[in-house]
């Protein structure tokens, strides 16, 4: 799958994109100091072959504290960072780069998932912490549906999967990760419900009426019709529904 971009490295994730060709850097949910980190060398750097090595490094730090989080375990975020960081300006046009957000989300999600547990952190608050992020990615890939991405200050807000790998390393240096896995889900609930409620309850939904129109070889074709204009945060009406958004 390439790059909606198609373009350079340097080049900024768009505002919006055709949802067959999506901007793979803007599914990797990086934060703002991950892409700062792409600008240093755009284009240079393997997306995938970075990612797998986060990958890795992430798991072996893991596992040799058993999951919890105590001396070199420390510096697993930090690793991770660096050298996917330094991938999030490639265009992410190779053949297997669209692999690269399943590569960092499986990093995030096992790092919340095994630090947590094995530092004593409820399951049932590791686990709504995880669905909270599950969320937002889910969040990230609906939207090119319906014409339209989250706001750069939304993205932002939520700290990126580097960034919220590094709270929960910080707050596991000063023996705090229970209140730093509940305020983290609450924050990151907050965020989602209003964002939902502010720019997919504002979204216009073209209304797509598909007919069957018989032709000479028996079989039919839809054809479709879509109304309503962009909103303010650049989006296009979504197609394929009906009804109110």
Known sequence: MNAGGGGRGGARPRARFDPASPDLRTLRDDSRLSRLLGRIAPGAVPPLLSALAGAL???????????????ITLFAPVAALLLSGLASGHPHDGRFDWLVPSVLRCTEYGYL??????????GPLVFVLLMVVACHHRDDAARPAAGTVRPESVRTAALGWDGRMLVTAVG??????????????????VL???????????????????????????????????AGAGHADGGQPAAGTNGEA
Not at 113 to 122: E, Q, T, Y
């Open 57 to 71: 490094v992430v798991g072996t730090l893991l596992a040799a504290d058993h999951g919890r989080l105590a001396g």
């Open 113 to 122: 998932a095994v630090l947590g547990l094995a530092s004593g952190v409820p």
């Open 172 to 189: 596991g240096a000063f023996h705090a990760l229970t209140p730093v896995y509940g305020i983290l889900a609450g924050y990151l609930a």
């Open 192 to 226: 989602l419900v209003r964002e939902a409620v502010r720019t997919w309850s504002a979204t216009p939904v073209a209304d797509v009426r598909a007919s069957a129109t018989p032709d000479a070889g028996g079989t039919g074709r839809a054809v479709s019709g879509t």
